[in-house]
């Protein structure tokens, strides 16, 4: 309210007394309003002016260039005609429903980052504890096959008498079978022995969903950026740990992303020589074979890039 108990008068009308102000008002559309919020295209889109009550709230495709409703002591008119432009305006809001879209206004896809089990991880020893123990390198592809051909190129192969785990790795067509460096078929002991294999992996944008798919000889858990996903199989009931080897498991991990750098760390074990033979108390990994195959997808959605707004564009949009 004025000094004189009247509402004040739309500045920008353009009656005889007010065409001075014209320019005015055009720099006022341009330069002012952008940064209360009219033309954000990212984050949340938030208005005061006056008394009036503001919007706030997530920014959608349907949204990006939305007035916020209810705005009182401000009144800006750009324009003539159909063309016109009222912002401010008793009722009236402009939504991106009745401006023309272009490609350079549609809200960004998702982008993703795949990730699998091979050498490019880090092994470390597993403690008598469960905790993590000393680095052994670079993690090392294992194999349970007699035949060569039928193992990734450079692959330790324990020659246990069975050719291979039986888990279909369709779903992570580059996963392969590993487990910690230094060990051959014929290290022993090999009864639940353990390892981590790590590596953090870098996410450029905001993270939206994660999956991890996972099988394991006979035992492993999931961790991401510290914190328990889960795991499969047992180093105690044989049941669980032949089921872990033979399919594998999908966890969901987006909740536990963040942009930027994140740890996935998987703690694998094998099983007692109980769950494959009697004839060894000491056995080797030609006996008592271990390892871990994972992989899976991270997804996430890149920065919106800003837009810089024209007197020029704005005319066109609002036509």
Not at 2 to 22: F, T
């Amino acid at each position: 309210m004025g000094l004189s108990g009247h509402q004040k008068p739309n500045v920008c009308e353009r009656g005889p007394a007010m065409q001075k102000v014209g320019a005015v008002c055009s720099v006022f559309a341009v330069a002012v309003l952008p940064a209360l919020g009219y033309f954000s295209s990212v984050g949340q889109v938030e208005a005061h002016a006056g008394r009036g009550p503001s919007t706030a709230g997530p920014i959608s495709d349907s949204a990006l260039y939305r007035q916020p409703a209810g705005i009182a002591g401000l009144a800006v008119s750009v324009g003539h005609g159909q063309n016109r432009l009222q912002i401010g305006a008793k009722g009236t809001e402009r939504t991106a429903a009745s401006v023309s879209k272009t490609p350079m206004e549609s809200m960004p896809a998702s982008d993703s980052i795949t990730f699998a089990s091979d050498t490019s991880w880090d092994s470390f020893d597993m403690n008598s504890d469960g905790g993590m123990g000393d680095s052994l390198g670079r993690a090392q592809f294992v194999c349970l096959s007699c035949l060569a051909s039928m193992c990734p190129p450079g692959a330790t192969i324990f020659y246990h008498d069975f050719c291979g785990w039986d888990a279909d790795l369709s779903p992570i067509p580059r996963g392969a079978w590993v487990w910690r460096a230094g060990v051959t078929g014929s290290t022993a002991p090999a009864s639940l022995q353990g390892t981590y294999i790590t590596k953090a992996i870098d996410i450029p944008g905001l993270p939206v969903s994660g999956q991890i798919f996972i099988a394991a000889d006979d035992f492993a858990e999931i961790s991401v950026n510290g914190v328990r996903v889960g795991s499969i199989g047992s180093t105690s009931d044989i049941e669980l740990a032949a089921a872990s080897q033979r399919a594998l498991t999908q966890f969901e991990i987006g909740p536990l992303l963040a942009q930027g750098l994140n740890r996935i760390a998987i703690r694998a074990q094998n099983g007692p020589n109980s769950f494959v033979s009697s004839r060894c108390t000491d056995c080797d990994y030609s006996v008592n074979p271990a390892g871990v195959v994972f992989g899976g997808a991270l997804h996430f959605v890149g920065a919106t890039p800003t837009r810089t707004i024209s007197w020029g564009s704005l005319k066109v949009r609002y036509r």
